[in-house]
């Protein structure tokens, strides 16, 4: 493995680090994101700044040109990876469209499809969300029930999809349905983009233990879908949303706010006193914290050394479940730890009205849970890696 960078890497770095030492103070005080409380104005802020991201071109760099990306190659995704960690800047919105459905049409998709939908993906005109998880088929995917009739031209599909992230917020959905009923239950699916607002369309958000509302779940009542937008061929669904789910897990495997969340915890135990002392000064936190910064390195070399076997042509596999479940489960670990520091201060919660940092550090441990299980759950990925990347017998 080479750890230096070209020329052209580092002039790229430097470009983005520009770019964001230049805009991000624009858009955000320093802890502003944290402290707003109002989903509405967190996510108009979030937009704003996206849009301010799209225009400077560092939206959905690896895609390529023809769909208004860069073309970025690997080690120019990482280095935008840890730039955007180091600057703090929260990435672009719309990730269910720019990680997942786009890349999923330009494999996929009719050219009527990708001309219709994946230009307005980048800029935000349109947010995308993912109706894959019903109430009975969650990391049993392939279980599930919505039905899609076919009606001239058109599809008619019944059902209820739940966990559906921003679909409040969202103009199309990547719906899974079951098209024939008789098929051995991979077969008979297939996949459609609906527009969300169509009618017989049923949005009802489901509060989380965070207090936010980000995902839904959504009732479909005899809604009309056209036959030009089914991606793939009917019944054969399943391969186009396991493509997708690829990306998805690629995606969530990215380590770059692993570097801040460590500073801030070094910082946390600076500040904080533990049995009369600085939390930094006794040794538990201090053996915690360096076992803490060992896993975040690990990680990073971990997805090294995926980014070397891409580059040499192998292509992306079941080792993206190394770095989902491995990353996921070390975010739990290290705002759980935040919470220990803290001791019971760790338990005021920003509807208290108490604005300092305990808030912020409670939100980031009741969310922590959700992303060991959204993506498949962290159990799942320790089948994907026994299986497959370990090649054990199945029990
Ligand atoms: C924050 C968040 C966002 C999400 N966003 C979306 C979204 O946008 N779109 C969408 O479609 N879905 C979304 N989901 C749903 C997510 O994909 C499912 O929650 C996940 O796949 C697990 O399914 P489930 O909740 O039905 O749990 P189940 O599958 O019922 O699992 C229950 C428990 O059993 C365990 N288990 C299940 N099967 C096995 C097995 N074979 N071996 C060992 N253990 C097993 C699981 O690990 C889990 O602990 C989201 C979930 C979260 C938390």
Known sequence: MDFRYSAAEDAFRMELRVWLAEHLSRHFAPGELDEEQDPDIRFEKLLAWHRAMYAGGWVGIHWPRIYGGRGASLIEQLVYAEEMGLANAPPPINPIAIMMVGPTLMQWGTEAQKQRFIPKMLSDEEIWCQGYSEPNAGSDLASLQTRAVEDGDDFIVNGQKVWTSLAHRSHWCILLCRTDPNARKHLGISYLLVDMRSPGITVRPLAQITGDAEFNEVFFEN?????????????????????????????????????????????????????????????????????????????????????????????????????????????????????????????????????????????????????????????????IIGERVLKLPRG
Request: hydrophobic share 40%; no cysteine.
């Open 223 to 383: 809604v009309r879908v056209p036959k030009a937008n089914l991606v793939g061929r009917q019944n054969e669904g399943w391969q186009v949303a396991t493509t997708t789910l690829a990306f998805e897990r690629v995606g969530l495997g990215a380590v770059y706010q692993f570097d801040r969340l460590m500073r801030e915890l070094v910082a946390l135990a600076r500040r904080r006193t533990l049995n009369g002392r600085r939390a930094i000064d006794d040794s538990y936190v201090r053996q915690r914290l360096a076992a803490l910064a060992i896993d975040v390195a690990a990680l990073r070399y971990t997805q090294y050394r995926q980014v070397t076997q891409r580059l040499r042509g192998e292509p992306p596999g079941p080792e993206a479940s190394v770095a989902k479940l491995f990353g996921t489960e070390l975010n739990l670990r290290m705002v759980s730890f935040a919470s220990e520091i803290l001791g019971p201060a760790g338990l005021i919660d920003r509807r208290s009205g108490r604005g300092d940092e305990t808030a912020k550090w409670l939100r980031r441990v009741l969310a922590a849970r959700a992303f060991t299980i959204g993506g498949g759950t962290s159990e799942v990925q320790r089948n």
